[in-house]
Every structure is written in structure tokens, then in C-alpha cells.
């Protein structure tokens, strides 16, 4: 493309022409003290909570404290550019960032600017990051599923749209694994959900190697990532959630779906950690400011479904919380685990055993979920959360060698071959009729008989089977949503005629 | 450096300068260790100073020297603005280019060169976003 210099000029001759702004009335203060991404002001006595400040050098800070004499803010910015004395204007604006459908398919920063060298945001719609969540009267229960394409999570801890589902685990055990599955899933979902990835405190290469991954799955198309890397100053770390937050709202309002992943709170807690501390705000347990539950439960607050005569819209939220040596009570797990609707249980100890997804399903619970299941997943997983408690219970009994009677044996033997159905590759989601073809067979002894090892070709060439040989049946599956006494016969007898060839 | 040698240094700097109360107060803030409290102190009694005379201060900075009939008008009309009595403050600060800018407790009236030409530079910003 030739750049023509007197368009240039042109456009830029409109705008000085359209410039009026001869006096200017501002506030001002200045700057007392700066130092560790904070700065105390002096003046801008009618500052507001929240707002944005300029600062010389084109650094932004953020109003957190008012106090009698002073205004403590946070630097968007170096704080090694602003100086004692330096001038303070208000901006009169609350902090937003931008928002609409200009944003599907880039990575932006805390605050909304481009980082993956695509040019410009075209979007002239802001929203504040910091706003109170729907009430009681714009919102309507939890009605549809989110499938995540995870068969231990679809099946046992399904998750609804507008719910608050806490991934939790030690580091290196998979959470970020199901968070970016599910992204994955959401492609061919009917009334596709927008999914918004934020990354908080984390390292600028793996940023990059999720997008990566989501730009191979074609997840992109769909998808903004907020990155608000470890290199970052910490006040970037603690709006990123707020503003994926903001940008998401945006589709709720419209109607339309939305699910937000925040990767991972504990470091945004420990960065607003390190904020509240350099206000002099006092510490409490573990350091932590005494505000630190209000800090997520205001945002996680802000998932919701909302009611038909607002649109129907909805925005699940997917916190992550990483553990340090499985202790989900310490401060951080305890506070999110008690604001979210339930929670997926990671454990290294399975993860290194080689279940994968580690899912404690005994730990693992969702509160809502339940009731936005599908209808014949819930006919399926019934079973297979009752076989899975009894094969959890004999296993640890089975574990001191003592004999056990026939049907223990089975029991066991049934429970191990669900361990195997129930494991999953990563970056491979599954769609709710296979997941349910392959539980049924579980769950009914098809694989009783199948030794452990081959569990999981069996499912592969179960998958293979049905699609080429019987796809009817099972596009009678997805219409149908159920399985009734014809359906029930059906997919037995195409599992037994897959048993038949199967070596 | 010990907290006495500190009270000692300050004394034989300024027990000439200023008053015996400034030189208590500044000794307390090296007592009490506050001293980096010093430049909101000074802001803070300035502003008590100024509420307690009944006069506001106003730091006028022009590019060019203003004749006395100017220096009366702006006075009359920051009277008007503010409510009372101003004290002005004129000094040349040739880097404005042209105009001038007053600031009156936390409010600056900015209608410099200077100022323009920099929201000039922010419309271009945020016009490209």
C-alpha cells in the first residue's frame, strides 16, 4: 500500500482544525513520594476512588487510597519516570478499558492495549473495569451446560453457564491444561460462548505458547487474552482480572455468552499483597490485606446468567488457584473455594500415577452445575459417580493385600477400567455423545473384560466404529439429548457389535 | 550518622535561619524519625497558612513580563474565581512559548502555547487510540 503524504496532511489539517481547547481548568497535585510501582500525591482533594491520574512521562496511576492530606496511587507504568514534585493531573475518569468485538482474536495488556503487534484496537466503546455486579432481580439460575470436552468434569462436576467453577491444584498438575481444553471445546458449541484467557503473573512464554496452542486449534477466532505478564508492574497484575471482567460483560449485556478464565488469583492476590502493603495498609493473615476476600469475591461476583428479559446472557467464570503442597487451607484456596459454586480438585499424586486429567473426583464437587446438565449425561453419571466412591472406598481397603470376595474383585476391576475411561489426553476435547457412548460402556460392564491396558484403544476404536458404521444412531443421541429404553438397546447392541471385531 | 549528630548538624546550619518552634519541629522529625515527612509538612502548613490569612496564593507564570494593568485585571478576575483575595505570584518562564498559566491551590488554569500544543498532541493520540 503507498502512503500519500497530502492524505496525511489532510487529516491531520481537519483535526487541528476541529482543536479547540485554548484554557484548560485541571486539578493538580504533586508528588510527595514515589517508589515501588506507588506514589503518594499531595492535593486533588476531590479526587474519586478509582480514577486515573496523569503523571509526566505519560505514566498513568490509579486512585486506591484517600486519605485526609494525601492521595495514595498506583503507577500503570515506571515509576522510575515521575520524580518528588512532579506534577499530578486528574483525568476526571474512572479506570476503563476498551471494549466490542474489535478485541476477538488479539492479546491486549491490563489495560486493553494491543501486545501481539496487530495495530490498533477500532473500537470507540470503554467500559469500567471496577463495576458492581448484577442483582438479585437481572439475574435467572444457572440452565445451560458449559461443555469443557473433559469426560470427568462433563460427566461428574458439570459446569453451567453463568457458574463459578474453581480449578485448584499444586503447580505442574494440569490446570491450565483444562482451562485452555475447555477454550478448545467451546468451538463447535451450539450458541458458541466468547472466551476471554486471563494471564496473571505469569511467565511471557507460556502466554505465548497458550496462544499459540489456541491459534493451532483455531480457538482464536473467538478468544481474547488479556496478558498481564511477571515482568509486569504489580498494579497491571491486579486490574488484568477486572478488565478481561469488563470485556466480557460487554457480550453478557448483548445477550450473548461468555466465559472468563483468570489464571491464576493466587498471584493476583499476592500482588495486590504487595500494593496494600506499600499503602502501609495493614497486613493480616499471611500478609494479606484485610480486603483480600472482597478483592475476588467483587469479582467473581460478577459471573452470573442473567434473565430472559435482559437478554439471557451469561459469563462463567473459571478462577484458578494453584496450591503449595496440596494445603487447600491456607488463606487464598480457603476464601475462593467459599465464593465459587464448587470447585475441580487437581492432584499431583494422580497426575505423576498417570490419570490424566489428575481430577480428584471426591474432592471435586460443583454446586449448580447439576441442574444444567444434559439428560442423558446425568443418566450415565449417576452410575458412574457411585462406582467410582465404592472403587475408591475398596481400593484403599484392598491396598493392605487382605482376600477379597468375588464380588469386591468385580468391583474393583470395574473401578479401574472407569480410572482408564475416565483419562483423556490433552488438548483433545470430546463431544457430549462420545463422552456418553464411552461412560455408557463403562458404566454397563462392556469393558469389564477388557484388559486395563487396552481400555483406552478400546474407546479410540469405539469412537472410530460408531461415526463410520453408525452415525445415525448416534446423531439420534445429540437430537434426542436422552436415553430412553429403544436408545438404551441401541447403543448396546452397537458396543457388543464393536466387542465382536474388537482384538 | 547518630540522631544527635543530626540535631547538632541542623542547629549549627540553621539556629541562625529560622525561628527556635521550626527548629523543635525539625528536631522532633529527626526524633521521631518522620523527617522524609518533611516536603507533605511544608505543603500542609502552607495551605493552613493561606486558609488562616483569608488570601489565596496565586503563582502566575507568563512567557512575557506583564505590565501592571495586567497584573490588576488577572487579580480582579482570580478574585472572582476563587472568592478571595489573591495574592499573586508573577514570575517569567519563557519555556510556555506564550500565555499564560495560574494555579490556585490544587486548580491550574492552563491557557499557555505550552499547554496547547501538548492536548494538541494528546487529541492526535487518542484520535488513533
Known amino acids: 500500500m503507498a502512503i500519500r503524504p497530502e492524505e496525511i496532511t489532510a487529516v491531520i489539517k481537519t483535526q487541528i482544525e476541529g482543536f479547540s481547547g485554548t484554557t484548560e481548568l485541571k486539578e493538580e497535585g504533586s508528588v510527595l513520594q514515589v517508589g515501588d510501582g506507588i506514589a503518594r500525591v499531595y492535593g486533588l482533594e476531590n479526587a474519586m476512588a478509582g480514577e486515573l491520574l496523569e503523571l509526566p512521562n505519560g505514566v498513568m496511576g490509579m486512585v486506591l487510597n484517600l486519605e485526609k492530606e494525601n492521595v495514595g496511587c498506583v503507577l500503570f507504568g515506571s515509576d522510575s519516570l515521575v520524580k518528588e514534585g512532579d506534577p499530578v493531573r486528574r483525568t476526571g475518569r474512572i479506570a476503563q478499558v476498551p471494549v466490542g468485538d474489535a478485541l476477538i482474536g488479539r492479546v491486549v495488556d491490563a489495560l486493553g492495549r494491543p501486545v501481539d503487534g496487530k495495530g490498533p484496537i477500532k473500537t470507540t466503546k470503554f467500559r469500567g473495569i471496577d463495576i458492581v455486579a448484577p442483582g438479585v432481580m437481572q439475574r435467572s439460575p444457572v440452565n445451560e451446560p458449559l461443555q469443557t470436552g473433559v469426560k470427568a468434569i462433563d460427566a461428574m462436576i458439570p459446569i453451567g453457564r453463568g457458574q463459578r467453577e474453581l480449578i485448584i491444584g499444586d503447580r505442574q498438575t494440569g490446570k491450565t491444561a483444562i482451562a485452555i481444553d475447555t477454550i478448545i471445546n467451546q468451538k463447535n458449541q451450539p450458541n458458541r460462548p466468547i472466551c476471554i484467557y486471563v494471564a496473571v503473573g505469569q511467565k511471557q512464554s507460556t502466554v505465548a505458547a497458550v496462544v499459540q496452542t489456541l491459534q493451532d486449534a483455531g480457538a482464536m477466532d473467538y478468544t481474547i487474552v488479556v496478558s498481564a505478564g511477571a515482568s509486569e508492574p504489580a498494579p497491571m497484575l491486579y486490574v488484568a482480572p477486572y478488565s478481561g471482567c469488563a470485556m466480557g460483560e460487554e457480550f453478557l449485556w448483548q445477550g450473548k455468552h461468555v466465559l472468563v478464565i483468570y489464571d491464576d488469583l493466587s498471584k493476583h492476590a499476592a500482588a495486590y499483597r504487595q500494593l496494600s502493603l506499600l499503602l502501609r495498609r495493614p497486613p493480616g493473615r499471611e500478609a494479606y490485606p484485610g480486603d483480600v476476600f472482597y478483592l475476588h469475591s467483587r469479582l467473581l461476583e460478577r459471573a452470573c446468567k442473567l434473565s430472559k428479559e435482559l437478554g439471557g446472557g451469561s459469563l462463567t467464570a473459571l478462577p484458578v488457584i494453584e496450591t503449595q503442597a496440596n494445603d487447600v487451607s491456607a488463606f487464598i484456596p480457603t476464601n475462593v473455594i467459599s465464593i465459587t459454586d464448587g470447585q475441580i480438585y487437581l492432584e499431583s499424586n494422580l497426575f505423576y500415577s498417570g490419570v490424566r486429567p489428575a481430577v480428584n473426583v471426591g474432592l471435586s464437587v460443583s454446586r449448580v452445575g447439576g441442574a444444567a446438565q444434559t439428560k442423558m449425561m446425568k443418566q450415565v453419571a449417576g452410575r458412574l459417580r457411585l462406582d467410582m466412591a465404592q472403587f475408591n472406598a475398596l481400593a484403599a481397603f484392598a491396598q493392605f493385600g487382605s482376600e477379597l470376595d468375588a464380588s469386591s474383585q468385580k468391583q474393583l476391576a470395574r473401578g479401574e477400567r472407569l480410572v482408564e475411561i475416565l483419562k483423556q489426553g490433552q488438548y483433545v476435547p470430546l463431544a457430549v455423545e462420545k463422552q456418553v457412548l464411552s461412560i455408557f460402556a463403562g458404566t454397563n460392564g462392556f469393558v469389564d473384560d477388557v484388559p486395563t491396558a487396552d481400555v483406552r484403544r478400546f474407546e479410540t476404536e469405539l469412537f472410530a466404529f460408531a461415526s463410520a458404521r453408525h452415525a445415525a444412531t448416534m446423531k439420534e443421541l445429540i437430537e434426542k439429548k436422552a436415553i430412553d429404553d429403544a436408545m438404551k438397546a441401541k447403543l448396546e447392541a452397537l458396543i457388543q457389535e464393536f466387542k465382536a471385531q474388537f482384538k | ?129
Open chain 2, 1 to 129: 550518622m547518630s540522631l544527635a549528630d543530626k540535631k547538632k548538624l541542623l542547629e549549627a546550619l540553621l539556629a541562625s535561619e529560622i525561628g527556635t518552634t521550626a527548629l523543635r519541629f525539625l528536631e522532633l522529625l529527626v526524633d521521631k524519625k518522620r523527617y522524609d515527612l518533611f516536603t507533605f509538612a511544608a505543603a500542609v502548613y502552607g495551605r493552613l497558612l493561606a486558609e488562616k490569612s483569608g488570601t489565596a496564593k496565586a503563582v502566575v507564570r507568563t512567557a512575557r513580563p506583564l505590565s501592571a494593568d495586567a497584573r490588576k485585571t488577572l487579580a480582579a478576575s482570580l478574585k472572582t474565581f476563587a472568592g478571595k483575595d489573591i495574592e499573586l505570584d508573577v514570575k517569567e518562564d519563557p519555556e510556555l512559548i506564550g500565555g499564560v498559566t495560574v494555579k490556585i491551590g490544587d486548580w491550574v488554569l492552563d491557557s499557555s502555547l505550552r499547554g496547547q500544543l501538548r492536548r494538541m498532541r494528546e487529541s492526535f493520540y487518542h484520535h488513533g487510540n
